[in-house]
């Protein structure tokens, strides 16, 4: 069955309560559960998101270089960076990378059209084998 899911979309409801917003790292491990990107226990997918988000709010572009400052594992912000990408929700330009499609596209816009769209293209699926369904039994 594998092979027939294109995508998949995780998109948590969760509290956001004073602990998760005490802190950028707080902020950044609920965004992580909230959006379904990985694990919020990754100080590689922390610290990358933390900076794309830093760098899209500065209106920068998050150019792979700065990443190698860190004390991370290179190899692993690169495989996070590049699943992002792969996802959608990061994009490359020749001056670096963003969160979202470009630098001025404000994110709420960006994660409330990437998660609908996606979310739209399931359940036009989901229709055609419900209708598919319905007309198997009515024979």
């Known amino acids: 069955m594998?092979?027939?899911i294109k995508s998949e979309i995780i998109l948590?409801?969760?509290?956001?309560?004073y602990k998760s917003k005490m802190d950028l790292d707080s902020l950044t491990r609920w965004l992580i559960m909230a959006?379904?990107?990985g694990n919020p226990n990754s100080p590689a997918l922390?610290?990358?998101l933390k900076k794309l988000l830093q760098y899209k709010f500065l209106e920068r572009y998050l150019r792979f270089q700065d990443l190698q400052s860190s004390s991370l594992n290179t190899k692993t912000l690169y495989y996070y960076l590049h699943k992002l990408k792969q996802k959608g929700l990061v994009s490359k330009h020749p001056e670096g990378y963003t969160l979202g499609?470009?630098?001025?596209e404000p994110l709420k816009?960006?994660?409330?059209?990437?998660?609908?769209?996606?979310m739209e293209k399931?359940?036009?699926n989901v229709?055609?084998?419900l209708d598919s369904f319905k007309s198997k039994t009515l024979l």
């Open 2 to 4: 594998k092979e027939y």
């Open 12 to 17: 948590r409801e969760m509290v956001l309560d």
């Open 35 to 37: 959006l379904g990107l």
């Open 46 to 48: 922390v610290f990358l």
């Open 101 to 104: 499609r470009s630098l001025k």
């Open 109 to 118: 816009d960006f994660f409330h059209d990437y998660y609908k769209t996606r």
């Open 122 to 124: 399931a359940l036009e």
């Open 127 to 129: 229709e055609k084998a």
